[in-house]
């Protein structure tokens, strides 16, 4: 494993140190260097730095570049503007680098210098409810910030927060201690039981139980009762409940599977996992003062958290009747995650709609003294997915969209979309079907992942499966586009994916080095940032410029000189590493044949 400077923080560093030269007195100074449509990196920070030092910008500029190692890194410089260096790389420096990436697993890529460890809470169903398309964001974003964050080299803790508690669990569990058999499967003894088997029976069972919940007094006292007997540990009471966490269970893990998703028992927790900390971290808030009583309920205030009448509105950790709300299984969950797991970063993946509550919990976890300097607490939050028109996603009958039904419709439109091509490139029926669900999942997460989580977006099938545009099969199709230009290359014999970096590369050739060359940086700003979509953009580019190379730089037909193929080979197959790591890290496959 070998981590390998990007040419940027190459280029960086000598004219840092050419800077530290020209102005000893300054200290350490940042050359402000990024992409520049005029050269390959243009420096920008020498203006700043003059008018500090009140210096002439454009002759402290010339006296930079005079100071600046070229080496065989920089082949030219020049002084731009009111002193702007604009810096052009050679050719030998990018296949150098490239075929110093190519060489390592990881393509070079650096683990952190510092890693901790982040838990992360994210795709959170509630038990015998069913999943719809508004569960999808946390899940899909939550997965991808995963294996980001494990990519640098972070410890990550995996956790689902699911709602298993609740004073509806009363209801639920008193119906069927008087109708024990509604959770009984019809599949055969010893087969496997589908999850919408199991999400039919929770289904049934609920409507049933509020039906009668709502029309029989006598049952409705007898659920009361058995919400208190649930708090209580009452032995029988408990072992319902575990039957219908269990059950719901079933049919989460068959929906997480079909996202191409691995949920993990031991990391499904839900607020029941917190229950025995509630009555202690009531304790400590009002003992530090943190907390304080009001009209008999505990409550957190805050200058800055109004109602529309004016008076603040409280963090209620603790009712007035004795019972616990969210503020307290968030609060205590905190507590669990950095006493417990010794977390030095907590992000929770959470609708944006909620984000005023984890403000109040993060700064009540603050003042409590469960976070500080040393360990954050941060809010992924996520924005609504809509419909074609705009408005929030529904059914035409004005329903919820379930998210078993929107994740089958993507993988069937997909499936359509491969079959057209399946003949041509010679795909099996299995492969076929295979693919589709690649291609389907694969359409839905990008959609997700390519749009800043803080933003709403439009769900359009029509356009995630598209060929063409911002979408991953676009993505998915430049990657086995190069897969089939190596097995053809392969299949000629006399071409291997060899670098060469004495030959001088056309502009596409260079184009393309230099965005492979920053896919180490990428990675480490789209982690520290907590920002998927980035990577997103970042493949989507890389897809682009592979085309517009694939285009103006012949590879195999119409056959260059031997050494040049060979170059463009090894360009093509880093680009195809590059392209399956990276969506790799978004939860997206990349099928060999498409």
Not at 62 to 82: Q, R
Not at 230 to 244: D, K, M, N, V, Y
């Amino acid at each position: 494993m070998a981590s390998v400077p990007s040419l940027a923080s190459s280029v960086n560093q000598r004219v840092a140190d050419a800077l530290a030269s020209a102005l000893p007195d300054a200290g350490a100074s940042d050359p402000l260097l990024r992409r520049s449509d005029r050269a390959d990196f243009q420096a920008n920070g020498i203006l700043a730095l003059a008018k500090k030092a009140k210096a002439n910008p454009r002759e402290l500029a010339t006296t930079v570049v005079e100071g600046i190692d070229t080496g065989d890194l920089i082949k030219e410089i020049e002084v731009s503007g009111p002193g702007f260096l604009n810096i052009t790389i050679t050719d030998r420096a990018i296949v150098e680098t490239l075929t110093a990436r190519a060489a390592d697993d990881r393509l070079g890529v650096p683990l952190a210098a510092k890693p901790g460890t982040t838990v992360i809470d994210y795709a959170q169903p509630n038990v015998a409810k069913e999943m719809h398309v508004g569960h999808l964001r946390s899940a899909v974003i939550g997965a991808a910030m995963v294996e980001i964050l494990e990519f640098t080299g972070e410890k990550v803790v995996r956790r689902h927060h699911i709602g298993d508690w609740g004073t509806q669990f009363g209801m639920l569990i008193q119906y069927l201690m008087e109708h024990p058999h509604e959770l009984d499967h019809k599949a055969e003894k010893g087969a496997e039981v589908s999850g919408e088997e199991a999400m039919s029976n929770l289904n049934r069972l609920y409507k049933a139980s509020r039906t009668l919940f709502d029309s029989d007094e006598e049952f409705k006292t007898r659920a009361r009762a058995r919400v208190v007997d649930l708090q209580a540990g009452e032995p029988e009471t408990l072992s319902l409940w575990q039957r219908f966490v269990d059950e719901s269970k079933i049919y989460f893990y068959s929906v997480f599977d079909k996202l191409d998703m691995d949920i993990q028992d031991p990391d499904v927790i839900g607020e029941s996992g917190y229950n025995d900390m509630l009555v202690e971290t009531c304790k400590l808030l009002e003992e530090s003062g943190v907390a304080v009583r009001s009209n008999g309920a505990l409550c957190v205030f805050f200058d800055d958290v109004k109602g529309p009448d004016g008076n603040p509105t409280p963090l209620i950790v603790q009712k007035s009747d004795g019972g616990f709300g969210y503020a307290a299984t968030d609060l205590s969950a905190i507590r669990d995650r950095v006493s417990e797991l010794g977390a030095t970063e907590l992000i929770y993946v959470v609708d944006a709609r909620q984000s005023l509550h984890f403000k109040m919990v993060f700064e009540t976890a603050r003042r409590a003294g469960w976070l500080n300097e040393d360990t954050k607490a941060v809010q992924l939050a996520f924005g609504t997915v809509l419909g074609k028109d705009g408005k929030p996603f529904k059914t035409r009958e004005g329903e919820t969209v379930r998210l078993v039904d929107l994740l089958d419709e993507a993988v069937d439109r997909a499936t359509a979309v491969v079959r057209e091509k399946a003949e041509k490139i010679g795909l099996s029926e299995e492969e076929i079907l295979e693919n589709g669900r690649y291609v389907g999942i694969g359409a839905v997460k990008y959609a997700d992942l390519s749009t800043s989580a803080s933003r709403d977006y439009k769900f359009d099938l029509d356009q995630m499966v598209s060929l063409t545009g911002d979408t991953s099969v676009y993505l998915q199709y430049a990657y086995a586009r190069i897969k089939s230009i190596l097995r053809k290359a392969g299949e000629a014999g006399d071409r291997k994916p060899v670098a060469h970096p004495e030959l001088e590369l056309a502009p596409a050739e260079r184009a393309l080095g230099l965005h492979l060359d920053h896919f180490g940086e990428l990675i480490a700003e789209a982690a520290a940032e907590h920002a998927p979509h980035k990577v997103a953009a970042y493949l989507y580019q890389l897809s682009s410029l592979f085309a517009t190379f694939y285009e103006q730089c012949p590879v195999i037909k119409p056959e260059p000189e031997l050494v040049v193929g060979e170059n463009r080979l090894f360009l093509c197959e880093l680009t195809a590493r590059t392209l399956s790591k990276g969506m790799s890290l978004l939860g997206i496959r990349t099928p060999e044949k498409l």
